[in-house]
């Protein structure tokens, strides 16, 4: 056998390399077993040692290996983040601050953790939504977003610890309801007194709410109500109930669109997945969505309409129902 330089084989090495690590730019891009091939007709040409061919191949296998780790380790890495929740239904009762706090963990770990952010708030109404981007510019503390942005009828301190949060990490915050303005327009007039037409048809609304779900939040104003509402008014109750369910979801799914992650925050009826929110998802949509009730006093069934329950103690309050004290001729059922 003859004699063959070390240099010799150093290039024989580096030449079955770079023909391995440029399969794109080469006329005949080699799998292995034709690299082997290649290898074993270098030694034959040359000469070469089987200890060089052999050190040739393992070179060719061990970059092969590499690239194919890589390859899978971006896919998995892929995979984990399709898997991750986008979009995240965090319910709430309004006045109750124990809720709101236990709410607020989770809010800060998901702004902490998960890929561009963005708040939807039940509180911020849709049309002030230009003064609100403008107060989250502007503003150094949430009472100046409050008293720029927000409405009345709201604890709006329970909610200073979300707002500030947004502003000290940068996160976009959403209006996301229809005012009650426009909810008293739905009332009498439909759903197009506060949905266009591209939004009707986007969700499947031009024939009206579909008959299960009507019946299903008529029980639910019905009970909400105490049971004192008259059977005359639930018709025009639900449908502004659904024109701010849709309008919420219209609001998710736009943001989710830009490649957000989405947090709302709303009453505990609009994210039921039985007849809120969620209802007007997509399947693909709700396979990455994640509901969140606070609840006070759970009940038997509350696990199926939630994917998790966080009880509450309750907070003493008036009689809720004292407001709609009626003479029995008054009252109705569903």
Known sequence: MAKVNPPTISRAIVKARQHAQAPHTMRHPLPIPTAAAATRAVYRRADLPMVA????????????????????????????????????LLGEVHDNPEGHALRFERIAHIVHSAPLPVIAMEQFDREKQALLDAAMRECSDAACVIGRAGGSGWDWPLYRPVIDLALRQHVPLVAANVSAHEARQVVRNGLTAALDAAVLTEFGLAAGIPPALDALQREAVFLGHCQMVPKSALGGMVQAQVARDV?????????????????????????????????WLTAMERQRTQVHAYLESPQTGDEAAFDQVHAVASVQREDPCAAFAAPASGRATP
């Open 53 to 88: 061919v052999a050190h040739a191949m393992l070179g060719v296998a061990r970059w092969r290996l590499g690239r194919w780790a890589r390859v899978c380790t971006g896919l998995a890495i892929t995979l984990s983040a399709a898997a991750e929740p986008a979009i995240y």
């Open 247 to 279: 309008w919420m979801a219209h609001v998710v799914r736009t943001q989710l669109q830009k490649g957000a992650t989405v947090l709302l925050l709303a009453g505990n009826g609009h994210v039921r997945k039985d007849a809120g929110v969620y209802q």
